[in-house]
């Protein structure tokens, strides 16, 4: 039982190439998330998904595109990466009709620059 | 309307000390209040969560104090160890989805 693992680690990308990064869950959960991180802004939600095949707009959703074509995986991508793109990217899921305390489960990160 | 404000930005402590991190909140519809503990190069961990009903819930060390009038709880940790050195991140949620408000987080360092 891995939990959240995400694909690749570490990426550097140079301005305007395109990238994607995975993000799988072997926990059967309905709810996916794509958060960036940043220094002193916490964790903002650039799209989530209620399931597969639907997915929807968070906060900061500008400039990347998701696909949610199975349930256990959720894909980010950058289509033209910008140096404003560069984030620690985390991926989380969390279990439909879950206990209203129920927690959301973070992957470890992918560390990205873009150049 | 969505923002949920935290503070400090950074505290330092000694062992044994009682850091306390306060999170403020503006959208009353808010019905989740989760804090979540995140190690360097780690992901994000839930540490304990609390709904508007309750006005404290307390886990181990660590406690949740919420004030619903002032829109606003915070979070205490009694007896603070060294590895409790971390990031702390409040967050507010609304509804089913579950899509988190995250505050700007406090970077705990705690003296042995």
């Known amino acids: 039982n891995a939990g959240v693992t995400q694909t690749p680690k570490f990426r550097v990308l140079k301005t305007g190439q395109s990238m994607t990064l995975l993000c799988a869950q072997d926990?059967?959960?309905?709810?996916m998330y794509w958060y960036r991180q940043d220094p002193g802004m916490g964790l903002r939600l650039i799209h989530y998904?209620?399931?597969?095949?639907?997915?929807a707009k968070g906060e900061v959703p500008d400039g990347y595109n998701v696909s949610r074509l199975k349930k256990q995986n959720f894909l980010l991508g950058l289509e033209s990466a910008a140096p404003s793109q560069t984030s620690v990217y985390f991926c989380?899921?969390?279990?439909?009709?879950?206990?209203?305390?129920?927690?959301?489960?973070f992957g470890p990160g992918t560390r990205l620059t873009v150049l | 309307q969505q923002q949920v404000k935290q503070s400090p930005q950074s505290l330092i402590v000694q062992k044994g000390g009682i850091p306390i991190i306060n999170c403020a909140y503006e959208?009353?519809?808010?019905?989740?209040f989760p804090w979540y503990q995140q190690f360097p190069g780690k992901g994000p961990a839930l540490l304990i969560a609390?709904?508007?009903?309750?006005s404290e819930k307390k886990e181990g060390r660590f406690t949740i104090s919420f004030n619903k009038s002032a829109k606003q709880f915070s979070l205490h940790i009694m007896d603070s160890q060294p590895g409790d050195s971390a990031t702390y991140f409040c967050?507010?949620?609304?509804?089913?989805?579950?899509?988190?408000?995250f505050g700007t987080g406090t970077r705990l360092k705690v003296l042995a």
């Open positions: 989380a899921s969390f279990p439909l009709g879950g206990t209203p305390l129920a927690e959301q489960f």
């Open positions: 926990m059967n959960h309905e709810y």
């Open positions: 998904s209620v399931g597969e095949g639907t997915t």
């Open positions: 959208n009353t519809a808010f019905d989740y």
């Open positions: 609390i709904r508007p009903d309750v």
């Open positions: 967050a507010a949620s609304r509804g089913a989805t579950y899509k988190y408000i």
